[in-house]
């Protein structure tokens, strides 16, 4: 037994199985959904955000309905699974993509699975603001868009800069996910070489390359964070 | 200038509506600084948002100038609010704004040329006595610091109205009196029209022409600020007066005090108007050799006036006593014999 566990562990360690050209485009492949779901995702997240935030405290009896279905969308979205999100939205997917396959075809589904997550994280940064200032603001004879442009939006940034670090995150995460069913990637590497193969090391490989692409996020985002906060 | 006319304000909650301001008439002149004053829940708050519309009077009306504010439309009334303009409490800076880009926030709402702009902030710094802080953020700033930004801020775009929402209850008396100084001091530069809210009595004493007393959302008194230190009519306004006077230790015991003087009299001067700036009491018993020990006393200045009680033992006949009485009360200064 004690044999068998140090064979494994000396296999892990090997790196015989591993092709280096096949990991670095997995990792390009993760990279390139991990970007492009993130940037969508802060786009429709923040204006999500935006309109749950300008909904829930007007006073004006047309905005609730405006808040009640931006609400549920959101929580609905929230709640599906992402695995089986992904195969819900294949006609969607198809139709907009024109491919279920691949980094392509993995898209839709993380960005309409992350936008309502952040939307969310979004609302609560913006919550946060303290209301004297808005309040200022509209004594200044500011409108609602300069208010979005030159208050809400500078001072909650530290917000939204976590806020979207968490969820690219969450998303390095789903596309991995999203690799197990064809979307290409490290997970895809992991699961198709790693554990279908038997090839630990190369499992292994890509753990760690998530790893790294995840911590140099958090760094990133802990450090922008802290370079616009000037509170 | 202003007219606030029956403004009436009820704020409808689930279970009950409350009438924040009650009935509420008042006019206030071009160029004077009108105080407000209540304690906290008495609708002042609700009743100085009306005056930049942040609240719409369930009924009655709000005039500012040739404009009815209760009826504008958005577009007008954001336009109007650039010459209406607030200062807060809590200051309400926004932190990602250096001190140069907080006062040029509503120069960039008012659409302001860049270079405009940056003339007209180097100025308002100037003014309000901070220079060196442009690039500062407000988190780098005092208290008294934030509220000159504040101020500064308000006048960018030369309003013809400020709004003082309780700007000094955050500050220590020290402060609190620079931030008024400069309140005073831009009203006379600037031709401007200030309101002010407060529960501090010493503000009202300090800086106010006129003022209002509010209670349970209506006006219960309004007059000369002199008017109401001398002559406070209703029971609110004696006791915001009271405490002002007692707001320090002034406490005396007679029996001790007779005691240590077991021939004099004592007695109480009041002053009330413009006369106690003249050394009165001095002239008097230089007058009539009489030799006087001042037990306590207590002069607060208004804007332009004093008024306040000075407890001093004599030593002094009866005929003397009625020469005295008589010759202070020329000067309007009362005589009181106590015990």
């Known amino acids: 037994m004690m044999i068998g566990f140090i064979n494994a562990f000396a296999e892990m360690f090997s790196f015989e199985n591993v092709r280096w050209d096949d990991v670095l485009t997995a990792t390009y492949e993760t990279l390139y959904m991990t970007v492009i779901s993130t940037v969508f995702t802060f786009i429709f997240g923040l204006v999500l955000g935006i309109i749950l935030f300008l909904s829930s405290k007007s006073e004006h009896a047309a905005s609730s309905p405006v808040y009640g279905v931006t609400a549920f969308l959101v929580n609905l979205f929230r709640a599906i699974p992402f695995i089986i999100l992904i195969i819900l939205l294949i006609p969607f997917t198809k139709v907009v993509m024109g491919t279920i396959m691949g980094s392509q075809g993995a898209l839709p589904a993380l960005i309409i699975g992350a936008s309502p997550f952040y939307a969310r994280l979004v609302e609560i940064g913006l919550k946060e603001i303290d209301k004297g200032v808005i309040e200022a603001a509209e004594s200044m004879g500011a409108g609602t868009w300069t208010i979005i442009r030159k208050v809400l939006l500078p001072e909650s940034l530290p917000a939204l800069i976590s806020g979207i670090t968490v969820t690219a995150i969450m998303l390095v995460g789903s596309t991995a996910i999203a690799g197990v069913i064809g979307a290409g990637g490290l997970g895809n590497l992991a699961y198709m070489v790693g554990f279908t193969r038997n090839q630990s090391d190369v499992t292994l490989v890509a753990t760690v390359v998530i790893l790294v692409i995840v911590f140099i996020i958090q760094i990133i985002g802990d450090l922008t964070a802290k370079a616009v906060d000037k509170r | ?339």
């Not at chain 2, 060196?132 to 005092?142: H, I, K, V």
């Open chain 2, 1 to 339: 200038m202003i007219d606030i006319r029956n403004a009436t304000k009820i704020f409808k909650t689930k279970n009950n509506d409350i009438q924040a301001v009650d009935d509420v008439t008042l006019h206030i002149r071009q160029g004077e600084i009108f105080g407000v004053i209540g304690y906290s829940g008495a609708g002042k708050s609700t009743l100085i948002r009306m005056l930049n519309g942040l609240e719409q009077p369930s009924s009655g009306e709000v005039v500012i100038g040739a404009d009815v504010i209760s009826t504008m439309n958005r577009t007008k009334l954001r336009k109007k609010r650039q010459k209406v303009s607030m200062i807060f409490q809590h200051f309400n800076l926004l932190w990602s704004r250096t001190v140069a880009e907080n006062i040029s926030f509503p120069l960039e709402i008012a659409g302001v040329p860049k270079k405009d702009q940056k003339r007209r902030v180097a100025e308002l710094i100037e003014l309000v006595g901070l220079t060196g802080r442009e690039d500062n953020y407000p988190s780098q700033l005092s208290g008294g610091q934030k509220q000159r930004v504040g101020i500064a801020r308000a006048l960018s775009n030369e309003p013809e109205v400020l709004l003082c929402d309780e700007a000094t209850s955050a500050l220590d008396p020290e402060t609190t009196d620079e931030v008024l100084d400069l309140l005073v001091r831009i009203r006379d530069e600037m031709d401007l029209t200030i309101v002010l809210i407060t529960h501090e009595m010493h503000v009202i004493r300090k800086i106010c022409d006129r003022a209002a007393v509010m209670e349970g959302g209506r006006v219960v008194e309004t007059g000369p600020v002199l008017k109401l230190f001398q002559n406070p009519e209703h029971g609110v306004t004696k006791r915001f007066v009271k405490d002002d006077i007692n707001d320090e230790e002034t406490a005396l015991s007679f029996e001790e005090v007779r005691e240590m003087f077991p021939t004099s009299k004592i007695l109480k001067l009041g002053f009330v108007g413009s006369q106690s700036k003249a050394p009165i009491v001095s002239q008097v018993i230089k007058k009539y050799n009489l030799d006087l020990n001042i037990l306590s006393g207590n002069i607060k200045r208004t804007n332009n006036e004093s008024y306040g009680h000075l407890y001093v033992a004599i030593d002094i006949n009866e005929t003397d006593l009625g020469n005295l009485e008589r010759e202070l009360a020329e000067h309007d200064v009362t005589v009181e014999v106590e015990g």
